[in-house]
């Protein structure tokens, strides 16, 4: 699994700093959704959308880091005389891992996101 951190480039650092701050917003919003209940309606939404966003810079940042590491790739192969076609082959795989790395804190984010947002509105419709 670390080799596939440090395969994935300087992408997956900024893809774990956002996982941190999902990780972070979802305790601190669970903590007010499910253990606290002297909030308003204001304060139970704010911050949730919040999640789902940094889940989906996390997408995008996989994506860059993809086509960042497909060009670095190409600039390589047409420095080369000969490429053999599992060279070609496994570049490609490993410019795949950040969006695969983004792609899972999205799916992460978006589960998180679609619980707190089911028990905010099951908490503002009682109020």
Known sequence: MLSLFTQGGFYMWPLSLFALIILFLSIKKIIDLFFKSDLNAVQFESGINSILFWGGMSLLVGFLGHYHGLYLAMQAISRAA???????????AVSL????YGLIILIISAVIWYVLRW?????????
């Open 82 to 92: 000969d490429i053999a076609p599992g060279i070609v082959a496994m570049g490609y």
């Open 97 to 100: 891992i950040s969006v695969l």
């Open 119 to 127: 028990r905010c509105r099951q908490l503002t419709s009682r109020l």
